[in-house]
C-alpha cells in the first residue's frame, strides 16, 4: 500500500479491526476451553466484550467499504448490476448489523439515558 489515499487508511483500519478480532475470538474460544484447574490473569468477559465490538465495526467499515467503491454513477470494473448488488449488500448490512452493542449496551448510553430520565 502507497497510503496515498484516506482509502488506504480506512483498509488499513478494517484490517486492524480484524486482527484484534481474531485474537479476542481465538482467546475466548482457549479460555473456554482451559481445564478448570489452569487459572489465567485474562478475563473472559472482556474477550467476549471486544470480540463482539469489533465484529461490530469491522461489519460497518466493510459496508462503507462496499457502498463506496459500488455507489452509482462510479466507474467499477463489472457489470452494473453487479455494482448494483454489492452496493445494496453494503446498504442492507450496515442497516441489520447489532447497533444495540453500542447503544443499548454501552456504558455512555446507559449513563446519558439515565441522566436525562
Not at 480484524?18 to 489452569?38: D, E, N, Q, R
Request: net charge positive.
Amino acid at each position: 500500500m502507497k497510503f496515498e489515499s484516506s482509502l488506504d487508511f480506512f483498509i488499513l483500519f478494517i484490517v486492524f479491526i480484524k486482527l484484534v478480532f481474531l485474537l479476542s475470538a481465538v482467546g475466548h474460544v482457549v479460555l473456554t476451553h482451559l481445564p478448570k484447574s489452569i487459572k489465567l490473569n485474562i478475563d473472559d468477559a472482556k474477550l467476549v466484550y471486544w470480540k463482539e465490538r469489533t465484529e461490530f465495526i469491522f461489519v460497518a467499515s466493510m459496508s462503507i467499504l462496499l457502498i463506496y467503491h459500488f455507489r452509482p454513477g462510479h466507474n467499477k470494473p463489472i457489470s452494473s448490476e453487479s455494482a448494483l448488488l454489492f452496493f445494496l449488500f453494503g446498504c442492507i448490512s450496515i442497516v441489520t448489523a447489532k447497533w444495540n452493542i453500542f447503544f443499548a449496551e454501552g456504558k455512555w448510553y446507559k449513563t446519558i439515558s439515565a441522566s436525562l430520565q
